[in-house]
């Protein structure tokens, strides 16, 4: 039994090592198309939500349909991360109009609620 232990350690490190070398001859994933923007984001977002209501509404997804989806989410988390990390901090400016139009504060509602609103509209017009 002493013997068989460095055997499945030497069998252990060369299937551990060929599992590595396997993960990397795996090709690329498809890296979507960025979203650097909240305009880029938006823009893509509809974009590639339309495309996958195309191809979802088929009666039936062949391969390459599939590998069309697959690569179109890709683009969509992008854009929607981006959405999501704008609409959060699209939080603070609301709560500073919120809190200054509590205490009276015409020049902060007037310049925090500009910000919100120049980055809300480019959401929803």
Do not use: C, W
Not at 10 to 20: E, K, M, P, Q, R
Not at 49 to 61: A, M
Not at 80 to 108: C, D, G, M, Q, W
């Amino acid at each position: 039994m002493f013997r068989l232990k460095p055997v499945l350690l030497i069998l252990f490190s060369f299937f551990a090592s060929g599992a590595v070398a396997a993960g990397e001859d795996r090709p690329e994933h498809f890296k979507g198309l960025p979203a650097d923007t909240l305009v880029q984001a938006v823009a893509n977002f509809s974009e590639y939500n339309s495309k996958l209501e195309g191809l979802i509404q088929q009666e039936h997804l062949s391969p390459q349909d599939m590998h069309e989806v697959h690569m179109l989410t890709y683009t969509l988390e992008n854009a929607l991360a981006k959405i999501h990390a704008e609409l959060a901090a699209l939080a603070e400016p609301l709560e500073a109009v919120h809190l200054a139009s509590e205490r009276a504060e015409p020049e902060t509602v007037k310049t925090q609620g500009q910000s919100y609103l120049d980055s809300a509209r480019q959401i929803v017009k």
